[in-house]
């Protein structure tokens, strides 16, 4: 079966455009031009994929994202017609997973989608579960728990996670997180992933201290008591 990939944009032109090459790829596609059918559309159908601009009408792509975040770990590309460092980061504490700043490259839009689809679809197939200190995955279900209790964790959350556990005790530099986890080259500073960690221990609670911080290197996993 087909993936569905929302598009929430309310320019029809760039809508259109990244329709026809979604489509041309063999997804399913969907339509918002304002945040509350994006929600409304959310609500009704299966969705895979969202993506996400940021300027919106009726309601932004902040609240959107945030919403769906109370809701769901389905990935999130947000599109920004700003530079601003400040606003991607934003968008990552929110719970987005990518970014692409306008104007753009369809094709790379696309590549960044495939890849989320792909390293998500291939996680689902995965029938193991993965334990250390307190904490465990299921990588069919994509639940976790720490102290036996859920933590609901965001698609790149997630896949940090289970990198860090699947390398135990190995240190990960940021720019190794950056290539595995978003799987292209990134210009910008550590923040990004700092943003992402530090999201990801405030909801682990005290099993946090299990992903240690490395000064200057970058984090690794200890299962610690």
Request: net charge negative; glycine share 8%.
């Amino acid at each position: 079966m087909s993936k569905t990939i929302l598009i929430v944009e309310d320019e029809p032109i760039l809508r259109e455009v990244m329709k026809d090459y979604l489509l041309d790829e063999g997804y399913a596609v969907l339509e918002a031009s304002d945040g509350k059918q994006a929600l409304s559309l959310f609500q009704e159908r299966e969705v895979h994929l969202i993506i996400l601009d940021i300027m919106l009408p009726e309601l932004d792509g902040w609240a959107v994202c945030q919403r769906i975040r109370k809701a769901s770990d389905v990935p999130i590309i947000i599109l920004t017609a700003r530079s601003d460092e400040d606003d991607t980061l934003l968008g990552f504490e929110l719970g987005a997973d990518d970014y692409v700043t306008k104007p753009y490259s369809p094709p790379i839009l696309l590549a960044r989608a495939k890849r989320l689809l792909e390293s998500r679809y291939h996680r689902e197939r995965e029938g193991d579960t993965l334990s250390g200190g307190g904490i465990t995955i299921h990588f069919p279900s994509r639940a976790v728990s720490a102290g036996g209790a859920s933590c609901s964790l965001t698609y790149t959350e997630f896949e940090i996670l289970a990198y860090l556990m699947k390398n135990k005790g190995i240190i990960i530099t940021r720019e190794q997180l950056l290539s595995k986890i978003w799987g292209y080259d990134f210009v910008g500073d550590d923040r990004t992933v700092n943003s992402h960690i530090r999201n990801l221990r405030s909801k682990l609670g005290t099993h946090a201290k299990q992903i240690v911080t490395v000064v200057r290197s970058g984090y690794k996993f200890e299962d610690q008591p």
